[in-house]
């Protein structure tokens, strides 16, 4: 632990292999939860993280069981060593870390959002952006769960926007749940089998350059929120109305 303090950068936070190399499963487990349900957890590596954790599944190292392990040995069953029952348990493990994160921001922006409703405006708070938001949510709010999972940054705010302009809970649930499935497993099953095949037809070794899945995964989860940001047409803003 010493030199892991000497050594530390905070360049560090933003590389998911330092999470797992440091932490392993349960650091995992808690960055998952916390970049989807903690305000500050908003810069911890999402996509990335995941990827890189279905890489590192069923095995850190040549002969050494991967991060399964730590869980899997709890109930004596640390001798198996089988890759798909690694990733079903680690699929299952951080969607369940990934639905509680979410939960909790809901939870957090329904017992704020009320209050937020007769604040003032101010330079970076409009109360317009409430009405704007209900209306986004009254009109595409389950599918804006689902594909803000996908959004560095969006889903962690997601839910907390979610639970201010009051979304039906059971609704929010159902959309947590489905969003969050299909998240972990298109991160982790990529992340595993693309390893494989990219080291088996190319002899390319994905673990020594990580920094190149980094790279790639940021382009590609922000290059809609960029073109959407830069690209898209404005459209005239109608008279905001007040939530039932």
Known sequence: MHLILLDFNWSQLLQPQF???NGGLWLLLFVVFAETGLFAGFFLPGDSLLFVAGIYAHE???????????????????DVRNEYADLFV??????VCGILGNMVGYWTGKK?????????????????FLYDAHDFYEKHG????VVARFLPIIRTFAPIIAGIVQMEKKKFNY???????????????AGHFLQKWILDWFQFD????????VIGIVLVTTA??????FFSKKKPNDPPQTPA
């Open 19 to 21: 999470y797992i190399e």
């Open 60 to 78: 850190l190292k040549p002969g050494e069981p991967g991060i399964t392990h730590q869980f899997l040995k709890l109930f004596g069953l640390g």
């Open 90 to 95: 680690l699929w299952a493990l951080i969607s």
């Open 112 to 128: 704020i959002g009320p209050a937020m409703y007769h604040w003032k405006d101010r330079f970076f708070f409009k109360k317009k």
């Open 142 to 145: 389950g599918g804006a769960i």
């Open 175 to 189: 959309y947590n749940i489905v969003g969050c499935l299909a998240w972990v497993f298109s991160m982790l099953f």
């Open 206 to 213: 994905l673990k020594e350059h990580l920094e190149v899945i």
């Open 224 to 229: 809609p929120v960029i073109w959407k940001l």
